[in-house]
Antibody
């Protein structure tokens, strides 16, 4: 059974950077590089917002325009871990951040496995 | 970007009743690349339907999806107590991936 385990909750100051990890386990050998990973966030009481995705097989990334220049997603195949970094945090970035595995190698897919979520609170 | 509008915002129904949720896209969704998710409080979303009408692994057959182009529907034939939750549609035919604003199914 595929599992995505995310790093723990964070409290950050405005202007500081954020880094959240998502470690994949389970599935068949070599599964990690065969499936894209997306990051989706959810502000308190709000809906879901796609931030970007990575195709581990090729190392290519795609980001939502809203986050361009402020977000970086990368993957470490050796540890089956994907990271998202978000710079210059502001209060509006307070949200639960989810990683989710795509149904195929490309991020243009439905999201069939989700991490447990990481609560990020941005407050002075 | 392809904006998804879900309606109604809230459905108040009783267990055993039928729920019909709508998702309308601002642009045609290519290859019926539309998914539906269920989310309960404090939990991550769960994939229900992909490709507009295909149930994900382990999803009961009381959940069904249909539609193409810009209009999609999720139907829950007979609501079970565990079905009261928030439902989101998502298109993945074009970047950026986008989600609808959600429909809450609440107990009447």
């Amino acid at each position: 059974q595929v599992q995505l385990m995310q790093s723990g909750a964070e409290v950050k100051k405005p202007g500081s950077p954020l880094k959240v990890s998502c470690k994949a386990s389970g599935g068949t050998f070599g599964t990690f590089r065969n499936y894209a990973i997306s990051w989706v966030r959810q502000a308190p009481g709000q809906g879901l917002e796609w931030m970007g995705g990575i195709i581990p097989m090729f190392g290519t990334t795609n980001y939502a325009q809203k986050f361009q220049g402020r977000v970086t997603i990368n993957a470490d195949e050796s540890t089956s871990t994907v990271y998202i970094e978000l710079s210059s945090l502001r209060s509006e970035d307070t949200a639960v951040y989810y990683c989710a595995r795509a149904g195929g190698y490309h991020y243009l897919n439905s999201l069939d496995y989700w991490g447990q979520g990481t609560l990020v609170t941005v407050s002075s | 970007e392809n904006v998804l509008t879900q309606s109604p915002g809230t459905l108040s129904l009783s267990p055993g009743e039928r729920a019909t949720l709508s998702c309308r896209a601002s642009q045609s969704v290519s290859s019926s690349s539309l998914a539906w998710y269920q989310q309960k409080p404090g939990q991550a979303p769960r994939l229900l339907i992909y490709g507009a009408s295909n149930r994900a692994t382990g999803i009961p057959d009381r959940f069904s999806g249909r539609g193409s182009g810009t209009d999609f529907t999720l139907t829950v034939s007979r609501l079970e107590p565990e079905d009261f939750a928030v439902y989101y549609c998502q298109q993945y035919g074009s970047s950026p991936l986008t989600f609808g604003g959600g429909t809450i199914i609440e107990i009447k």
